[in-house]
């Protein structure tokens, strides 16, 4: 249920009403509420659940996560 | 960068593995939180990847398996209305009411409509003007934006053919409620990293401290939940009671704010019946006084529900951690996916569910 599916921003949706955008995922575009994500940009990951992006989702970070991962079992043994 | 299969490295998920192993000197008993994260390890097998000193039990984060069984029954009176279009996430329309199940009202001839996106429950509303369209606002932290952005979206279109019924249910307190528990086994917990990417983290530190305990915000892929069992089996062997974030490409200490103004807009918090499990004081939102014209349950009249729950179901012990579901008498026998006798036999979430799934026997 709480399932959050990873995409990246191409297209901010001029409009009345609640703020969205094309989100692609991995070559899927959907539209997504960004309603409460209001300094999202083009170019911008972001994590969607039921059409709704809940957050933003940094690169940055997850390219850390992954080195220091990865390094885990280089220095070891 | 492509972050699912990133997260999902095998020679990573080895490192993993191997520290695990390396850190472990006796049996601890883990709690992931959310049924999404219960469905990754079984998925994965992750469980039988990891040493037998790690138990892991599944917690209570799958809305659809704790949505209380009256309001279940509140939905099947209110889908049962002619003027009505009841819409609703697909997993609600299995679980089991008193007597019946959304599946079969709608088969009977009700209308009943699954949703994507409670946005698109809008859409039906404007669509059908001389309809009252109701959605079934389940879920956790990490859903109620995205059911108020429904809700804000059908008060802009000034629309008054829809409403919500509401059954929002919040971790933090029942973790109090499991921790608190004479009978609790849960020595350190994986967060539900998608409830932390609108809450944040900071309400876990009184929680880690008041019970001594270790909580990680971990997310759903392998790496993800192998790198929160790690940070948290680290935290157990040295005795730490620390709040950690294992997810820290969504989550941040604060979550998002934005998100977190349009809950307290709209909801407040009350007292909620988690099925299985029985009232959670303060574990819930309803909606505000001032919206109360979008609250089905006013709108429909249904505050009088006699209900009757299985007997024989032991839901609300495996939701507590308490008890494994292959220790149900009922498993795999008289309840199986297709003939559920408890609602987490019946959202893939449900550790019945994933249990049956993947045959853990
Ligand atoms: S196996 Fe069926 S009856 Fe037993 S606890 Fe799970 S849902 Fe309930």
């Known amino acids: 249920m709480c399932l959050g599916v ?6 901010i949706l001029e409009g009345p009403g609640l703020r969205m955008a094309n989100v ?3 070559g899927v575009i959907r539209q997504v509420c960004i309603e409460t994500l209001p300094d999202a940009q083009v170019g911008d990951y972001t994590i969607v659940h039921a ?11 997850a390219q850390e996560t992954l080195s220091i991962l990865r390094e885990m079992g280089e220095y070891e043994d | ?8 490295d095998p020679k ?17 008993v883990i709690m992931e939180i959310c049924g999404g994260q219960t469905h990754a390890i079984m998925h994965y097998g992750l469980d039988q990847l990891l040493p037998p000193e790690i138990e892991l039990v599944h917690g209570p984060g799958c809305p659809v398996c704790v949505t209380s069984l009256e309001l279940v029954d509140k939905a099947l009176a209110i889908a049962a209305h002619p003027d009505v279009i009841f819409t609703s996430y697909g997993d609600m329309l299995r679980v089991p009411g008193s007597k019946d199940d959304l599946f079969n009202l709608r088969a009977r001839g009700a209308s009943i409509q699954v949703v994507y996106s409670p946005l698109d429950a809008v859409q039906i509303a404007q669509a059908n003007p001389d309809r009252q369209v109701v959605f079934f606002a389940i879920g956790f932290e ?25 059954s929002h249910v919040c971790v933090p307190p029942a973790m109090h409620a499991i921790l608190g528990s004479p009978n609790n086994r849960v020595q350190g917990f994986l967060a539900a990293g998608h409830v932390c990417a609108v809450m944040g983290f900071w309400e876990y530190h009184p929680i880690a401290e008041l019970y001594k305990i270790p909580i990680t915000v971990t997310g759903f892929e392998p790496v993800d939940l192998l790198n929160g069992i790690l940070l948290t089996l680290q935290a157990l062997e040295k005795g730490e009671a620390a709040v950690q974030n294992a997810y820290p490409r969504v989550v941040t200490e604060h979550g998002n704010i934005h998100a977190q103004q349009l809950i307290s807009t709209y909801f407040e918090p009350c007292d909620r019946n988690w099925r299985g499990i029985g ?34 179901c032991i839901s609300g012990q495996i939701l507590q951690g308490i008890k494994k579901p292959n220790q149900c008498p009922a498993f795999g026998t008289i309840c199986t996916p297709q003939n559920p006798l408890g609602a987490t036999m019946v959202s893939s979430e449900g550790a019945c569910a994933a249990y049956y799934r993947y045959a853990r026997k």
């Open chain 2, 12 to 28: 990573i998920v080895a490192n993993l593995i191997q520290k695990i192993k390396k850190t472990i000197t006796r049996p601890w």
């Open chain 1, 51 to 61: 059409g709704y992006a809940l957050n933003k989702l940094s690169e940055e970070e």
């Open chain 2, 142 to 166: 990490t859903t109620a934006p995205a059911n108020l952005a429904a809700l804000a979206q059908a008060r802009a279109l000034n629309l008054d053919n829809f409403t919500l019924l509401v």
């Open chain 2, 279 to 312: 009232m959670i004081p303060m574990s819930g939102w309803a909606l505000r006084p001032e919206f109360s014209r979008f609250d089905a349950e006013k709108r429909f009249k249904v505050e009088h529900i006699q209900t009757h729950e299985s007997e024989i």
């Open chain 1, 6 to 11: 990873p995409g990246k921003i191409i297209e």
């Open chain 2, 1 to 8: 960068m492509d972050f699912t299969s990133s997260f999902r």
């Open chain 1, 24 to 26: 692609d995922f991995g």
